[in-house]
């Protein structure tokens, strides 16, 4: 199994819809990241958690909200999705402290919004 | 704010050595990483500079300049499945934040 899980992994859905990505992971991690990628955008940060009491915006925040609902469960929402949301989406996770710098991603989910 | 920037495309020839830069702008900047994306995969990761310096991890190399706000990742002796997307990517922050570069295509050719 993998160690960060991504459901679903593809989705397409109308706009104005809600819709939940979801997040698992079974490293231990106690930092947790939102990701979106667009072509020629690179992974631009949605929204980061450092523990369930702690949720901070990113750069791109607007339109999304989060819920950390255990230490191994960060959800990410789209309220009611718009076209422009149509991205491939992944979440990542780091460990704790300043020597554990490698952040592992999970298989990304490719969102469509018609 | 915050931001990291990359050539967009590199194409070299295999076997041969490419050069992969970044400089960037980035408040409590403690370091850098450099992470591999193949088409359709997850984003691993290769690398990561805290000092100023050259890291070797055998063929690819990563060097940061914090004077200059620049690194560097290094690819030696080329292989066709080095042809992937890769990313710089700055740790910032109390929270160790991490902010990615706008990528780099490499394309490897015979």
């Known amino acids: 199994d993998a160690d960060v899980t991504q459901t679903p992994r593809n989705r397409i859905t109308k706009t104005g ?3 939940m990505l979801e997040c698992s992971q079974t490293k231990g991690h106690d930092r947790m990241y939102w990701y979106r990628q ?7 940060l ?4 450092f523990d ?3 949720i901070n915006k990113g750069e791109i925040s607007d339109g999304y909200s ?7 469960k960060f959800s990410l929402s789209l309220e009611s999705a718009i076209p422009n949301q149509t991205a491939l989406y992944f979440c990542a996770t780091r460990g ?19 | 704010g915050q931001s990291l920037e990359q050539p967009s495309e590199v194409t070299a020839v295999e076997g041969a050595i490419v050069q992969i830069n ?10 850098l990483s450099w992470y591999q994306q193949h088409d359709g995969g997850a984003p691993t ?10 890291e070797e991890t055998g063929r690819f190399s990563s060097f940061l300049s914090r004077s200059d706000s620049y690194g560097y990742l290094l690819l030696q002796e080329l292989q066709m499945k080095d042809s992937a997307s890769y990313f710089c990517a700055g740790v910032s922050g109390g929270y160790q934040k991490v902010t990615f570069g706008t990528g780099t295509k490499l394309q490897v050719i015979p």
């Open chain 1, 46 to 49: 949605i929204y980061y958690s």
């Open chain 1, 17 to 19: 819809k809600r819709i």
């Open chain 2, 45 to 54: 990761f290769l690398s990561y500079n805290a000092l100023d310096g050259l």
């Open chain 1, 96 to 114: 704790q402290g300043f020597d554990n710098t490698e952040a592992f991603f999970g298989q990304g989910t490719r969102l469509t919004v018609v």
């Open chain 1, 52 to 54: 369930v009491k702690d």
């Open chain 1, 38 to 44: 667009d072509p020629g955008l690179g992974l631009r």
């Open chain 1, 66 to 72: 989060v819920s950390r609902q255990a230490q191994a």
């Open chain 2, 22 to 31: 970044c400089t960037y702008q980035t408040s409590g900047f403690y370091g």
